[in-house]
């Protein structure tokens, strides 16, 4: 467990247990780790842009999502966050409803408000800061799986604010209008439009011709807008969100690698293993026994 924030600004996070509360960081580069990742906002706002969608978790929501999905904070107020990392490998161990894993590894955060979880979250936040890497580990584990059900318990109960791509939130079904978090320059709104456009896409032979014929753009200042706002190539985020899918695919389906890689976008198996290796550190053989 760390609670301090690493020196630097990194792209890839190990998968561990994780627990720290304080002001949002500030994030000049998006980053993915395989965890389940639950921020409790107490004051302040945070911007993400998650998956190529801006999502807006404000003070006194609590938003749980899979953290494989490249992910970075675009905006926040200062404020006070309780942040928390649960490896995959351990929220799979819980045997959760089979609807309540494919929402969670889906590349939509769940937003519900605080005050529709019972008891005291932040007491309970609290005790997990001391308690998970020690002798009450177990009991501590315990509460946080209670915790992520009570979530989507909620969700399910029509409790969910989920933020969408227009700004607006899904209450109920219907989007309704949420006041923007602020104005972006327009390179980056152009930036996460083409985001957007890989997340919404990834599965298909895009290039990049067509990501800046989406914001009608030339290929070079595409490509150098894109780089510029999320510090990462198109082709590294088109690599990142098949990589997210084909995580998500051996994870909660019984595919080959084959139909895998072929349902995650890549073009061939080799292509597929090369990138998956690399970005996951394993193999995708290794990374379905370890989760399994």
């Known amino acids: 467990m760390c609670d301090t924030w690493g020196m630097g600004q990194v792209e890839e996070m190990p998968a561990a247990l994780w627990v720290r509360r304080g002001a949002p960081p500030r994030m000049s580069l998006p980053h993915q780790h395989d965890d389940l990742e639950i921020n409790i906002v107490l004051e302040g706002a945070m911007e993400y842009l998650f998956g190529g969608t801006p999502v807006t978790v404000q003070a006194g929501e609590v938003a749980v999502f899979w953290a494989a999905v490249p992910h970075r904070l675009i905006g926040s107020c200062p404020g006070d966050v309780c942040w928390i990392h649960l490896p995959l490998s351990t929220v799979l161990s819980w045997s959760l409803p089979e609807s309540d894993v494919r929402v969670l590894l889906s590349r939509d955060p769940v937003i519900v408000p605080r005050r529709d979880l ?46 969408g791509s227009d700004g607006g939130d899904l209450v109920g079904g219907e989007m309704v209008a949420v ?75 019984s595919h080959s690698a ?21 970005v996951c550190g394993c193999p995708p053989a290794e990374y379905r026994r370890r989760l399994r």
């Open 118 to 163: 019972p008891g005291d979250v932040v007491a309970l936040f609290e005790a997990w800061r001391s308690e998970l890497t020690g002798e009450h580990g177990e009991a501590a584990l315990l509460e946080a799986q209670a915790f992520v059900r009570r979530v989507m318990a909620r969700r399910r109960l029509g409790a969910a604010r989920h933020r």
């Open 179 to 253: 006041p923007p978090a602020g104005e972006a320059a327009p390179a980056v709104s152009h930036a996460v439009a083409m985001a957007r456009c890989i997340a919404s896409r990834f599965r298909e032979p895009l290039t990049v011709d067509d990501v800046a014929a989406s914001v009608h753009l030339s290929s070079g200042y595409a490509m150098s807008v894109f780089k510029e706002a999320l510090a990462m190539t198109m082709g590294d985020y088109l690599v990142r969100c098949r990589v997210a899918e084909a995580q998500r695919l051996l994870i909660t389906t």
């Open 258 to 278: 084959g139909e895998v890689a072929h349902e995650a976008g890549f073009s061939s198996q080799s292509s597929f293993y090369a990138h998956f290796s690399r």
